[in-house]
């Protein structure tokens, strides 16, 4: 208790007055603030257990600085543990739209704190609790003018300089910088994280980048492809349509591995043993209409195009789309996957008319038009759109930089994950980024590994496989040098039981040990 008092009586805004200067910026205000039995669930922290956090007491300060000449605000909030700090920092990356300061990275860093870290999130200057999906507060300057300091600041300036400030605050709280720093975040954060160690690659010595979409313009595409095919071809086809033609993909490829396990572990095998148009015609019991009805013709077009992903009127391909066995009509929280349609009693579909990152995209960033209509493009006028946004805010959003070396030498370890049955950013560019890496870094597994999981949806969902030792496993990389061969991850079978496996280091996939028929344990698995 001597060390909170000592720490409570440091928590004002005026013991942080002085922080030193970062480059560009100049402090606006510091609002510090003591908070004390503090409790809640942190259930989103993804690559660890869930924990229930109970009477937490912290420093809560909040700097808010601007760069000079640019009118925009920025808020670094930062958590600063009152007993025992684990002489650690630990960032969080935000979602969609959002760059932080909201509820997923708040309910992250909850866990965080509650285990001794020193927390740190950013808004970027896009204002507090930023709408992950609608952008529209903040994209525009004007009709046809994106704020493009904004959009910079949210790509990637925000991230260097919210680590600089939040170890400046520890140290002045402290008297000491932290040990070690950490990031972690996932679609978005994923994106972030990965920004972060090809832009700044001595902010951090941990990172881990879950399903990042780190060609931004690109995954806002993809996002909102199959609405595109869909509507180009003015057919809806049922839900219940598309999940029959994903059920058959399951049973199909689901032994490909050499588990029957309901998991498709190999989605490209999948994709050139399967052929969704063979199932037209099959009559199937649509669960939506509670009778019998025959897979369309445009059901198995707009699955295929789902899984083949953005192409031009030729066929050519432009960006990757989603695997076998995604759940490609679900509506789960504030992720709509892509070929959500909706049918009314007349038995008349339309696509999916909510707003989508994919529509907020399309209408702010490549129209820079709030009102355009995204519902009436050919695929000339949908592509140039795509091509046009590319070109122009790759700059600001890419993070496809395959030269690490920095990083690598900075001494920093990235992990970065992805679930192949994601269903908002598709999981195969990750994997050809890891290749370019590899290409391009020597021994790239010393420093940089990627784990493909298989039957896991975007950042979580799905049938499991939640890399929840991942962190640990990052951090006893960084600390102790132990390098992390596999991750352990869990599902839930069909009838209820819970089967363990591991996720291993691409290019590698979990395969079943020779000789052992138990494949629902940890120790019947392999890496191959």
């Known amino acids: 208790m001597e060390l ?23 402090v606006v205000s510091v609002q510090a603030d003591i908070v004390t039995n503090f409790t809640e669930y942190s259930f989103l922290r993804l690559t660890h257990p869930p924990i229930l956090a109970t009477d937490l007491s912290f420093c809560n300060v909040t700097v808010t600085y601007t760069h000079p000449g640019l009118n925009d605000a920025i808020n670094v909030e930062t958590w600063l543990p009152l007993g025992d700090w684990n002489e650690r920092l630990y960032a969080a990356g935000g979602g969609g739209f959002g760059a932080g300061r909201f509820f997923l990275p708040y309910n992250s860093l909850v866990g965080a704190l509650a285990e001794g870290y020193a927390t740190v999130t950013s808004d ?12 529209s507060a903040w994209a525009l300057k004007s009709h046809g003018n994106v704020d493009l300091h904004l959009l910079q600041n949210f790509g990637s300036s925000s991230l260097g300089e919210m680590a600089t400030f939040a170890k400046s605050i520890l140290e002045e709280f402290y008297g ?26 001595e902010a951090f010595d941990g990172i881990l980048a879950g399903a990042p979409g780190f060609h931004f313009p690109r995954v806002a595409a993809a996002i909102e492809w199959s609405q595109q095919f869909m509507n180009e071809l003015n ?29 498709i572990s190999f989605p490209t095998e999948c994709m050139q043993s399967f052929n969704p148009m063979d199932l037209v015609g099959n009559t199937i019991d649509c669960w939506s209409t509670g009778s019998s009805m025959e897979i369309s013709r445009a059901a198995g077009l707009v699955v295929q195009a789902t899984w083949n992903g953005i192409a031009d009127a030729d066929g050519r391909s432009v960006w990757d789309g989603y695997h076998p066995g995604t759940n490609i009509t679900g509506k789960l929280g504030f992720v ?74 900075s001494g920093g370890k990235l992990l970065s994950w992805h679930g192949l049955m994601d269903d908002a950013v598709p999981p195969r560019p990750i994997e050809k980024y890891y290749e370019q890496v590899s290409q391009t870094v020597p021994e790239t597994q010393s ?14 969902g799905g049938l499991g496989g939640q890399p929840i030792a991942l962190f640990e496993q990052l951090r006893a990389w960084v600390e102790e040098g132990v390098e992390p061969h596999n991750t352990p991850v869990s599902y839930n079978s069909p009838n209820g039981e819970a089967w363990e496996r591991i996720a291993c280091p691409y290019p590698q996939k979990a395969m079943p040990s020779d000789g052992c028929e138990d494949y629902h344990t940890v120790d019947c698995w392999e890496c191959k």
């Not at 000491?176 to 690659?201: D, E, I, W």
């Not at 809806?236 to 309901?262: F, N, Q, S």
């Not at 420093?447 to 979580?460: A, D, E």
């Open 447 to 460: 420093f940089y590994k990627h784990f493909s999981i298989p039957g896991l949806g975007h950042c979580g």
């Open 336 to 409: 709509q996957a892509p070929a959500v349609t909706t049918c009314r009693e007349d038995g008349s579909c339309t696509g999916n008319l909510a707003l989508s990152i994919g529509k907020s995209w399309l209408r702010l960033f490549a129209a820079k038009d709030p009102d355009f209509d995204v519902s009436h493009l050919t695929r000339e006028e949908f592509l140039r759109l795509v091509r046009q946004s590319d070109r122009e805010f790759a700059s600001f959003l890419a993070t496809d930089d395959a030269d690490l070396s920095p990083f690598q030498k």
């Open 124 to 135: 970027a200057g896009l204002g507090f609790a930023a709408d992950a999906i609608n952008p």
């Open 176 to 201: 000491s910088k932290p040990q070690f720093s950490y990031f972690n975040g996932c679609s978005q954060g994923g994106r972030q994280g990965m920004a972060l160690a090809q832009r700044y690659p």
């Open 4 to 26: 909170f008092a000592g720490l409570g009586k440091a928590c004002s805004s005026s013991a942080f007055a002085s922080l030193p200067p970062v480059f560009g910026t100049e």
């Open 235 to 263: 057919e809806y086809p049922r839900e219940c349509e598309m999940d029959a033609i994903t059920e058959a993909a399951v049973e199909t490829c689901d032994g490909l591995d050499g588990a029957v396990d309901g998991i």
